[in-house]
């Protein structure tokens, strides 16, 4: 019987969490399970088996993977971030970023890479700082790489001549608008 009875609040216990994580879960919030694919050269690519997984991590961070677009709505306490989250559509155009990455190909043998580019659009009336680390074909580690800062209201774009599977955008600044 006691066996019984610990059965029993184990399950109720699971139930609880469950029942407890589905409130919170937000489906718009996850990328679903997909595969990435980048050519190398002309005899080669690579593909990447993604799983199910947030494009926010934290509320501090957001990751990318190549062939991918995201739309980040922010919540501001002044400067500060109080909340990030993806959104399919956007409704809030004046809380919302952007961001894409792709692999460009040669113009002249389409299945050879020639670099790689992420489009950054901040639609927000303040201007945005961050930094980015890449995780790069044959390479077993991130790497940090440099970034520009995105005005207010305007969009950038980040060139590498990498074979870039996936980046992590991280430490979010806004800071008021300079132009």
């Given at each position: 019987m006691k066996h019984i009875a610990k059965l029993i609040s184990i399950f109720i216990l699971i139930f609880s969490v469950n029942a407890l994580s589905a409130q919170d879960f937000n489906p718009e919030d996850y990328r679903e399970a997909?595969?990435?694919?980048?050519?190398?050269?002309?005899?080669r690519y690579y593909i990447l088996d993604v799983p199910v997984s947030p494009y926010v991590i934290e509320n501090q961070a957001i990751q990318i993977f190549n062939d991918e677009e995201i739309n980040i709505e922010?919540?501001?306490?002044?400067?500060?971030?109080?909340?990030?989250?993806a959104v399919k559509e956007i409704v809030n155009p004046e809380k919302t970023i952007t961001i894409k990455l792709n692999q460009v190909t040669k113009r002249d043998n389409p299945e050879v890479h020639d670099y790689s580019v992420m489009l950054l659009k901040n639609r927000l009336d303040k201007d945005l700082n961050y930094k980015a680390m890449m995780y790069i074909f044959g390479h077993d580690n991130w790497i940090d790489t440099s970034v520009v800062p995105?005005?207010?209201e305007l969009q950038t774009s980040e060139i590498w001549p990498n074979i870039l599977l996936t980046l992590v955008l991280y430490d979010f600044k806004f800071t008021p608008r300079t132009r």
């Open positions: 997909q595969s990435t694919f980048v050519n190398i050269d002309d005899t922010i919540e501001l306490d002044d400067y500060e971030i109080v909340s990030m989250k995105v005005p207010a």
